[in-house]
């Protein structure tokens, strides 16, 4: 083990005894780059200087026992979607290349006020559309568990960094699994907020009515202690919601017994490997342990989530991306001339992806005059029946847990050419932020040596709850220790 493989909590223990300072823990992470990131490829754009010398204003203050930031010295990676000014910031596409943001985005700045040392831009599926990074127009980034498999996605470079020991932490977005979902094939935590918990501005839009900002760490312990710095009232965002400002490492050494815990049927059905659900209810039966009450809950409504995530997400991301003309943001693949229409034309074509355009597509299609009905506002509907009926089994349980994923981590080309293999990825997720609920996935096993995670939701702005389940779990296990072999170089580098 060494000290990139820490968590955020153990540094802080270090660096307050004066054991290690930022510095060393920077060198320990830039070598770990320097070995693995050829072959993993989860940084678009690093930016080593800078966080050398962030990492020595840290050592300083350190050495001179100022008050320290919860995350001073702290190496974290961000997701390319998240703006800071003056950083190049692509989504990982074309479109937007050169473009490079004039201010930053709350949760950036929020994350520097604490001392953050910021590596790097962590690569990601086009404009986040997407659940393997194969959608990114740079690159694939690889799983470190198997280099032949994705990472997941959209935010697979976030997770790839923290797993692989490139990064202590990272910030990914999750408009319908994008945190949760390559957490669990990466075997990091990852933590989904309530909508409306942290504030998104700042975050290129995908469909703002889903996406939410939120950590992936090593532990749950490292999540509620990022919680604690990205959530809170932002006057920057519309949507952004006046909660009670708590400490979400409150409850996380509350004993369990007397938790109520739902399993709902439909997330243990068909399409669910057998594997990955042996492997959660072991989870489960280690929480009865742990004194947790379990009991059977249905939500019938389960099977419609995806379909009207679909045309929902696809809706708003349709409508945001609409302003990607080459003219205010980016990259124009033409000069304007006389023909404004041919431009917008030519710079779209040649700056959108594949995916990005079957969206722009299908969120055009489903808002138009003659299928606005059918369609979009069917999906409205189903969101409202979906909302009622989380709220509902909400009344009886503290808790909901479901696989994260029907599936451990997939092979590249195994569903890229397939989008509706590869939207099923987020079947346990999506319904997640369709009703804006909070939720987490914990490591919670292997199946043949790929890691498997288990989604623990809880009711709007119960994070405390979910937390605690979460670290009650990984106090008892050592799945989240685990970490995949720093690849084949080990050594030579
Ligand atoms: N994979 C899902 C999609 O492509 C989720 C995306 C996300 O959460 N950003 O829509």
């Known amino acids: 083990m060494e000290l990139c493989d820490l968590t955020i909590h153990e540094l802080r223990g270090l660096y307050a005894r004066k054991e290690v300072f930022p510095s060393e823990v920077l060198a ?5 780059i320097h070995k693995v990131e050829k072959d993993y490829g989860a940084y678009l754009t690093l930016d080593l200087e800078g966080a050398a010398e962030q990492a020595q ?25 998240l703006c800071q000014a003056g950083k190049e910031a692509t989504c990982a596409s074309r479109i937007l290349q050169g473009f490079v943001p004039p201010y930053t985005a709350t949760v950036v700045r929020k994350i520097l006020a604490q001392g953050a040392v910021i590596l790097g831009r962590a690569n990601m599926d086009e404009f986040a559309m997407g659940s393997s990074t194969e959608y990114s127009a740079v690159k694939e980034s690889k799983n470190p568990w198997d280099p032949q498999r994705t990472p997941g ?5 976030s997770a790839v960094a923290v797993a692989a020991g490139e990064a202590i932490a990272a910030l990914g977005s999750d408009t319908g699994g994008s945190i949760r979902q390559p957490a669990a094939f990466s075997g990091v935590t990852g933590l989904k907020p309530t909508y409306g918990l942290v504030s998104r501005y700042g975050l290129v839009a995908l469909a703002s009515s889903l996406d939410q900002i939120g950590p992936l760490t090593k532990d749950a312990e490292d999540s509620a202690l990022l919680l604690n710095i990205l959530s809170g009232f932002d006057p920057m965002d519309s949507t952004s919601v006046r909660v009670k400002e708590l400490d979400y490492t409150r409850d996380l050494q509350q004993d369990l017994s007397g ?6 049927l439909e997330y243990f059905g068909a399409g669910i490997d057998a594997e990955v659900k042996r492997t959660v209810m072991k989870a489960v039966d280690l929480l009865k342990e742990l004194g947790v009450e379990v009991v059977e809950i249905s939500l019938k409504f389960t099977e419609y989530a995806l379909p009207a995530y679909c045309i929902i997400s696809s809706a708003e991301a349709g409508s945001n991306l609409a302003r990607y003309d080459g003219i205010r943001f980016g990259k124009a693949a033409a000069r304007i ?38 369609y979009y506002k ?4 189903v969101r409202t029946l979906i909302i009622k009926e989380f709220n509902e089994v909400f009344q009886q349980v503290d808790a909901i847990i479901t696989p994260t994923t029907p599936t451990t981590a ?25 009703a804006g609920l909070p939720a987490i996935s914990i490591p919670c096993g292997f199946s043949c040596g790929l890691p498997v995670g288990m989604q623990i939701i ?6 405390t709850v979910i937390l605690n389940i979460a670290y009650q779990y990984q106090r008892v296990t050592d799945y989240h220790k685990a970490r995949p072999e720093p690849v084949r170089k080990e050594g030579t580098a």
């Open 259 to 264: 938790k109520k815990i739902g399993l709902p």
């Open 458 to 463: 809880g009711d709007h702005f119960m994070e």
């Open 57 to 81: 204003a840290a050592d300083a203050r350190i050495k001179a026992g100022k008050a320290l930031g919860v995350l001073e010295g702290i190496p974290v990676a961000i997701k390319d979607n």
């Open 337 to 374: 001339e006389d023909n404004l229409a041919a431009f917008y034309t030519r710079t779209r074509s040649e700056g959108f992806g594949p995916e990005v355009k079957r969206r722009i597509m299908l969120g055009t299609y489903v808002l138009s005059a003659g299928s606005y009905e059918a």
């Open 378 to 381: 069917k999906a409205q509907q």
């Open 153 to 157: 996605g959209s935010s697979g470079g």
């Open 28 to 32: 320990s992470v830039t070598r770990r």
């Open 410 to 434: 997939f092979k590249f080309g195994e569903k890229s050419q397939d989008p509706l293999r590869m939207y099923w990825s987020e079947v346990c997720t999506a319904p997640v932020n369709m």
